[in-house]
């Protein structure tokens, strides 16, 4: 048996085709016409290369040994895959369809069309990031996004790489050599394994916990504080909450403490609204304003959650302090870049203007039950009679998502499609998943769930409408082939 099989695989083996035969057949003269000779000979290689192994581990059907001429139409159409590959950007356009407006996986906040242009405009060519064309001589990046941050929050701002880098530098600069004293019911992970106790610990100050999981009165910080205590840190819980026994104090006794003691009281607010959305009835999200009319010495907070900007971390507060951070050398090592300065200024104009449904995130959640509620409708209707699946819209649920508003739902309308005849739900995911452009969509209960809150009007339900026509139609004809995709 075992001589058997040897005996074809040398026989596989002896009919493979060389790479210099590859180089010289038809197939070759389409490659080297539209890619670098270098990188077709190092894919026919890896290709030739791949089917030895397969032959060699006896993964291929050895019982007739394949002639040549088959085996290197094989490596050939392997070797085109394969240089597509290496075309095809990694990071790609998805549409997201699951319902959380700001998915970390999905890459949080869309930005505006006007964040967009304002990108555009720069980045190609030279800009004044850094030159003060009043004055023609050097200036300084903060500039372009301070001027406005300021004038929305009435309080001096810097920006920085993302909102750990923010709470790190804050911390550096305030707390280092010293204690920060934080709530045990604070002391979360954002996801990907970024924890505050961590953050804190390379900052170089020292944790001091107060209070239990559930529950932290003022006098626990109070006993806490000490020669070595540098500030009071509060977190916002963003992405969980503590239900039941429960106690934590107010902002307001916070910032008496802080001003009792003289310590600064820095928030971490974590996603930090600029627009109220306790207004559409989600109460956990305080307005960044709110926390510095109250007292509270320096925020923290994301560019890329509910503001809905680009990836960025925004530090605001006492100016004083905001100075020393500007100042601390770190500034310079996460510091945010010119792309984010951009899309950050034409993002907060829109918040200035008050144009909130330029900004995709906002214009997301403002959207009313009955507005998606008509989208769905005209949208299960554009799919058509013949459409081969089964379409019903159901009341479901979207979120704010990104860490924000846990348990808290905004009212939608989903499509739910269930596949006819032998497609499984999974198989249509897979192929929404694997298409282009991508769609990401929830499954549950052998049906898959839309929700087209968070799929750009317009173009993007043209295309979710292709895409998932064409993931019908793919599993249909791998179906029909018996299931033999082979990859
Ligand atoms: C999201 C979040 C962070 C991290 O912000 P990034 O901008 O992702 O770096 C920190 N703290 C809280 C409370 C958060 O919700």
């Not at 999981?213 to 000490?226: C, S």
């Amino acid at each position: 048996m075992a001589l058997v099989d040897r005996g074809a695989q040398h026989g596989g083996l002896r009919h493979l085709p060389s790479v210099d035969r590859l180089l010289g057949g038809e197939a070759a003269v389409g490659w080297l016409a539209v890619y670098p000779r270098a990188l077709v000979v190092e894919e026919i290689r890896a290709a030739v290369e791949q089917m030895r192994r397969a032959i060699a581990a006896g993964e291929r059907e050895n019982g007739h040994p394949p002639q040549t001429a088959a085996l290197e139409a094989e490596i050939a159409a392997e070797v085109s895959r394969r240089l597509e590959r290496q075309s095809r950007a990694s990071l790609r356009r998805v549409i997201n369809a699951t319902g959380v407006i700001l998915h970390t996986n999905l890459g949080r906040a869309p930005l505006s069309s006007n964040a967009l242009e304002a990108i555009a405009a720069t980045a190609g060519g030279y800009t004044n990031l850094e030159y003060d064309l009043e004055a023609g001589r050097r200036g300084k990046r903060d500039v372009h996004a301070s001027a406005v941050l300021e004038k929305l929050l009435g309080a001096p701002a810097v920006v920085v790489n993302n909102n750990a880098a923010a709470i790190f530098l804050v911390l550096n600069e305030l707390g280092a050599g010293g204690e920060v004293i934080v709530s045990r019911g604070e002391l979360i992970e954002i996801g990907d394994g970024f924890r505050i106790p961590d953050i804190l610990g390379k900052s170089g100050s020292r944790l001091h916990e107060v209070g239990t999981t559930n529950r932290t009165r003022i006098e626990d910080y109070r006993a806490a504080i000490g020669e070595e205590t540098r500030l009071l840190l509060r977190v916002h819980p963003s992405n969980f909450r503590i239900v039941g026994f429960t106690a934590r104090p107010s902002l307001e006794e916070l910032v008496a403490l802080a001003r009792e003691t003289g310590l600064p009281l820095v928030e971490d607010l974590g996603s930090g609204c600029l627009y109220d959305f306790r207004s559409l009835g989600l109460a956990d999200e305080p307005p960044v304003t709110a926390s510095l009319a109250a007292g509270v010495d320096v925020v923290t907070f994301s560019g890329d959650k509910l503001l809905g900007g680009p990836q960025a971390g925004l530090i605001a507060g006492r100016e004083d302090l905001i100075g020393r951070v500007r100042r601390n050398p770190l500034f310079r090592a996460l510091r945010a870049d010119k792309l984010a300065y951009a899309a950050l200024e034409a993002t907060l104009r829109d918040y200035v203007l008050e144009r909130w449904d330029q900004i995709p995130v906002l214009r997301m959640a403002r959207q009313t039950a009955e507005e998606i509620r008509g989208r769905a409708e005209r949208f299960a209707e554009a799919l058509g009679s013949d459409f081969p699946a089964q379409v019903e819209l159901i009341a479901g649920e979207s979120v704010l998502g990104g860490g924000s508003t846990p348990g808290q739902g905004l009212p939608t309308t989903l499509l739910a499609i269930a596949p006819a005849g032998e497609m499984t739900v999974g198989q249509i995911e897979e192929g929404l998943r694997r298409g282009d452009p991508a769609v990401v969509a929830r499954v549950e209960d052998e049906r898959l769930l839309l929700d087209l809150r968070t799929v750009l009007a317009g173009t993007e339900e043209e295309q979710l409408r292709l895409a998932l026509r064409a993931a019908l139609r793919a599993q249909r004809a791998g179906a029909g082939a018996g299931g033999a995709a082979a990859r």
